[in-house]
Structure formats: C-alpha cells, structure tokens
C-alpha cells in the first residue's frame, strides 16, 4: 500500500522555524523526485520546493535563504526546514513524489500567529 505521510506541522511565533518530514512507504521512494506544496486559505496550491532523487533541489525564488529542502532515503524521507516564519507562510503543507506517476501526502497545518 502507498503511502505519503507529511508530520511537523503546528503552531509557530513569527521568527521562529519549523521542520516538515514527508515519508513515504510502498514504492521505491528514492527513485522519485519529492516536491513540498502548500496551499493558504482562499489560495491556489503553490510549488515550494523540490528535490530530485539525485539530491538536487530547486526552492522557489520568494523563499530561498529560508526555506531548505532535503533527504535522507535510508529512512524514506524528505524534510523541509523552514525558518524566520511569517503570517503569510501560513498554509497547509503537502509533498509529492512523483516519477512516471506520482502520489500525495494528506497535507500537515502550518501556522504562525503570536
């Protein structure tokens, strides 16, 4: 059985970091690209990062230098380090592994209020 599952989500002061993780289990995760998404209320779903199965990543250009995207496929995961955290990344957070199809995670709460 395929799964995807996104855990590190909460509640966050504005400046403060979080860490996602994203693992995945009945497929050959490491063969797969790993991208994190998220979507804030009333959004479109926006790309945040990527990393491919050779370990190389693309961030999106408005969260560069604050958001970091990584792996470890000894432990079939993908994390996302997200640091000096605002309102505005408010949103709920998916991954994606995608090869030749892909498959998405349930999507873990992020939000930053004082």
């Known amino acids: 059985q395929v799964q995807l599952v996104e855990s590190g989500g909460g509640l966050v002061q504005p400046g403060g970091s979080l860490r996602l993780s994203c693992v995945g289990s009945g497929f050959i995760f490491s063969s797969y690209a790993v991208s994190w998404y998220r979507q804030a209320p009333g959004k479109q779903r926006e790309l945040v990062a990527t990393?491919?199965?050779?370990?190389?990543?693309n961030t999106a250009d408005s969260l560069e230098g604050r958001f970091t995207i990584s792996r470890d496929n000894g432990k079939n995961a993908v994390y996302l380090q997200m640091n000096s955290l605002t309102p505005e990344d408010t949103a709920v957070y998916y991954c994606k592994a995608q090869r030749f199809n892909s498959y998405w995670g349930q999507g873990t709460q992020v939000t930053v209020s004082s």
């Open positions: 990393i491919t199965s050779g370990g190389i990543t």
